[in-house]
């Protein structure tokens, strides 16, 4: 194409641009900075210095001066024959010659920039499909009001401080931690020049890949996609691999992408589906023998030194005895976390079609086997995983805990009550939320003393709580080790002379693994996946009687009574824990008329109640287990430090 020709090419995009938008009735002239922020706000801009801007994220103008020369996209919209023209044509010459090298003056606000000095260059920049340029930046920083659009971007401008990396783009809070997680890079570590570099190539590499199976398609980001790409197989694979691989992996795992595109990734499996019933023709029908099937237990702590895989395993043994030969359990240990991969791998070598992984720190090889073979199903103990490939398991215990915390109010005098718990993940901040008020509806003006396991460890905490004077405690679900009377578990009165369980709440596992074994073997399982494109999270309980609570023989006969009243109301749906409305700690009203809260809202609570006295730790606070927990299932706050960049 003749040169001459090429400003009346760009000028054609433009005008069918902006004809595209006004017909859409949208603006079709790029945004100007000025109606977005007070213009006096740019006098107290930061000067960040000349850097390389992406050309993406450049996307208006300072002022409105030369608004009606460019279409939304920077291309030309004034007609041929004019010094603006001849001005294009001259820079697009000298950029074919010898590059435009003159940095662009630009504000940033909000991660995006606004040209000051180079519109021009900007638009013939972007017509040749240019990946940067050089500009002199000044960034406007918003006032910091609380909103989701203002924290995300603080978040990008706490790992833009220590990365200078600027052109990955994260659209939900706390991605840009779990990148850093997920490189194995912790918060205020800086980066080398080798690794930025690195970190780039990956970077590269992945967009053009996703972009080539058709990713820019979808709303989410390519920032979005990798990180998504980097939670299953890892930063270290992603850094290694060539073209090929990464376009093999991705093509694996694209409903796990387009999933991050869905509005609604979850959904949630209240109640066990009914088991399909045979038909007259089946039943009359000689019966060819059933095949069995293998299921695998995977544990990443041996049973005799953990509650928690003592229960699992239990259930597994529990479930193997009511189904018989119609199913084939099996154990596998990884104590290793390196090995997590290798161990689901030898899973499925073994034919198991069906295997269990009972810890949230698990689920990332849940996720990377699951992507890898998909005949296979996986299925992680956690809850609000949004994964495609990997469904999760878990039991509202909170049912359980609100009937602690009625059996709690009626026996304290001193309207104080302790409440250790374990990790701040999805469904532990809904347990100790109805605990404080099915204490608070039993006995008005009760508080709760919260403490965190995974901060100070469970005889820490609890000695804290003694400490000021409070022994009406409830502690962990289960007791660390099943002859360990040492470690107090459930709702126990706790002196320094002697602790005295009064009552605990019950994992039913052993029917929980049931019913999914036999939701396996009559395809119920498989149905459900194919009907849906969201990922699944199975969440029962009482109801379907994978949760419930067991007494104590010291506890008064009385309280066991009220008790049943509350566990049977549970049970028939006529009991709303979370019935509005009630109060957070700063004072906010949760639902203003009285209805009950639906399990998403329970699952994402990220707030205590306002008889809680206490807070959510923040990430640094936590034991190194308890970090890589949050890493997984962590609620947002959880995994958010402290400190405000400044």
């Known amino acids: 194409m003749p040169r001459e020709l090429y400003y009346k090419e760009a000028l054609k995009l433009g005008q069918k641009e902006y004809r595209s938008a006004v017909a859409e ?3 079709p002239y790029l945004p100007v900075l000025d109606e977005i922020v007070p213009p006096e706000k740019a006098l107290t801009g930061i000067r960040v210095g000349v850097v390389q801007i992406p050309m993406w994220f450049v996307v208006g103008t300072k002022t409105g001066g030369r608004v009606s020369a460019f279409s939304k996209s920077f291309l030309p919209l004034l007609d041929e024959g004019t010094e603006f023209a001849d001005k294009w044509e001259a820079l697009y010459r000298s950029h074919l010659s010898e590059g435009i090298r003159d940095p662009i003056k630009v504000y940033e606000y909000l991660n995006r920039y606004y040209v000051e000095e180079g519109n021009k260059r900007v638009s013939v920049l972007k017509y040749c499909g240019a990946y940067s340029a050089a500009a002199e930046v000044i960034r406007i920083l918003p006032e910091r009001d609380g909103s989701e659009e203002v924290e995300k971007y603080f978040e990008y401008l706490e790992f833009n401080r220590y990365s200078k990396i600027n052109y990955i783009e994260l659209t939900k809070r706390g991605s840009y931690r779990e990148l850093m997680r997920a490189m194995g890079k912790s918060y205020g570590e800086w980066w080398s020049v080798d690794e930025q570099r690195r970190f780039s190539g990956a970077y590269y590499l992945f967009e053009q890949q996703y972009t080539a199976l058709g990713g820019k398609k979808l709303k989410i980001t390519v920032g979005d996609a990798m990180l998504n790409y980097m939670e299953i197989y890892g930063y270290s694979a992603l850094e290694n691999a060539n073209s090929a691989e990464i376009r093999m992996n991705l093509k694996k795992m694209w409903e796990e992408i387009a999933l991050e ?8 499996k209240p109640e066990p589906t009914e088991e399909k019933k045979q038909s007259v023709l089946s039943m009359v029908l000689p019966k060819a023998k059933p095949a069995v099937l293998k299921a695998a237990f995977i544990y990443d702590v041996p049973p005799e030194k953990s509650g928690w ?5 239990n259930g597994r043994q529990y479930a193997q005895t009511v189904l018989g030969s119609r199913v084939e359990t099996s154990v596998y240990l990884c104590e290793d976390e390196s090995r997590q991969y290798e161990v689901l791998e030898k899973a499925i070598s073994d034919r198991n079609t069906l295997i269990f992984t009972t810890s949230p720190r698990m689920l990332q090889a849940s996720l990377r086997a699951a992507v ?21 398991y878990y039991t509202r215990m909170y049912e359980a805990k609100f009937i602690l915390g009625v059996l709690a109010g009626t026996l304290t005098t001193s309207g104080r009550l302790g409440y250790v718990c374990d990790y701040p993940i999805y469904g532990q901040i809904a347990g100790i939320n109805a ?3 099915g204490a608070q509806m039993a006995h008005p003006g009760t508080k709760v003393y919260l403490e965190w396991s995974s901060v100070k460890g469970v005889e820490e905490a609890a000695r804290s709580l003694r400490e000021k004077h409070i022994h009406l405690i409830s502690s962990q679900d289960t007791a660390r080790f099943r002859e360990d009377t040492r470690s107090s578990f459930g709702l126990s009165h706790i002196t320094n002379e002697k602790t005295e369980l009064l009552a605990v709440p019950v994992w039913k596992w052993g029917i929980y693994y049931e019913k999914i074994i036999r939701a396996a073997l009559d395809k119920t399982i498989k149905s459900e996946y194919i009907n849906t494109a969201r990922a699944l999270n199975y969440y029962w309980g009482m109801s379907a009687g994978v949760v419930d609570i067991e007494y104590a023989p010291a506890l008064p006969l009385p309280s066991r009574r009220y008790a049943d009243f509350f566990r049977n109301s549970i049970i028939s749906g006529a009991g709303k824990p979370f019935l509005t409305p009630f109060y957070t700690q700063s004072g906010e009203v949760i639902g203003a008329r009285q209805h009950e809260l639906n399990l998403e809202q329970i699952i994402r609570m990220d707030f205590l109640v306002d008889n809680v006295i206490g807070d ?3 990430y640094e606070d936590l034991t190194v287990i308890g970090q890589k927990t949050v890493d997984m299932v962590g609620i947002g706050q959880a995994k958010q430090k402290t400190e405000i960049v400044k």
């Open 261 to 268: 595109d869905e509005n609604e990734a979850i959904e949630l």
């Open 309 to 313: 895989v003592s229960d699992h395993e």
């Open 25 to 27: 009735n949208i603006n």
């Open 435 to 437: 605990f404080a008020l």
């Open 616 to 618: 959510i730790p923040g």
């Open 372 to 392: 890898s073979y998909p005949e296979t199903v996986i299925m992680n103990c956690s809850l609000n995983i949004s994964h495609r490939y990997v469904r999760t």
